[in-house]
């Protein structure tokens, strides 16, 4: 079958089930009135130099949620990459609250002080990224939100002299629905010189 992108169901369903697995950029700001915390399937690195970061929420203006709404205002976030021992714990911050909740109280996560920004980060991550505003921009229906990375908390356990160790991560990553995977299913394939 061939044709538009609402030819086969909605464009948003063809491209989450389609583009995948996703990682998924699980992000923590500063409010006013409490942290926020999540979680975001759009996502990817935008920019190793200098190193960007980018996630798109739906929405935009007045209708973005209080976590990019807080990441544009304030020009600082923290990006948490999500491992399958903290899937759960994830899931829950992708609940609505009403503004004012801490999601991170909500959803039971500890929280760490960030080193260089103004925002928690997620205490038992074993990577998260703390970052500053690069650049937002609307396109279409949802908001690019570009974070450049100023500094990163690596845990040593993921680490391989020095090094992050993919192998040791276990990052999940967003499929389509109520779908995850996660990095354990690998193989190598040498690119041509």
Known sequence: MDGAPDAFGSPYRLLSGAVVPRPIAWVSTRGDDADNLAPYSFSTVASVDPPVLVFAPVGRGPSLKDTPRNAISRGEFVVNVVTRDLVEAMNETA???????????????????????DAPRVADANVAFEC??????????????????????????????????????????????????TTDDRFELVRPD
């Open 95 to 117: 609940a609505t609250v009403p503004p004012g909740v801490d999601e991170f109280d909500h959803a039971g996560i500890e929280k760490a002080e960030a080193v260089r920004v």
């Open 132 to 181: 500053t505003l690069y650049d937002s921009m609307e396109v279409g229906s949802s908001t690019l939100v570009l974070g450049e990375v100023v500094h990163a908390h690596v845990a040593d356990e993921v680490l391989t002299d020095g090094k992050l160790d993919t192998r040791k991560l276990d990052a999940v990553g967003r499929l389509a629905g109520n779908e995850y995977a």
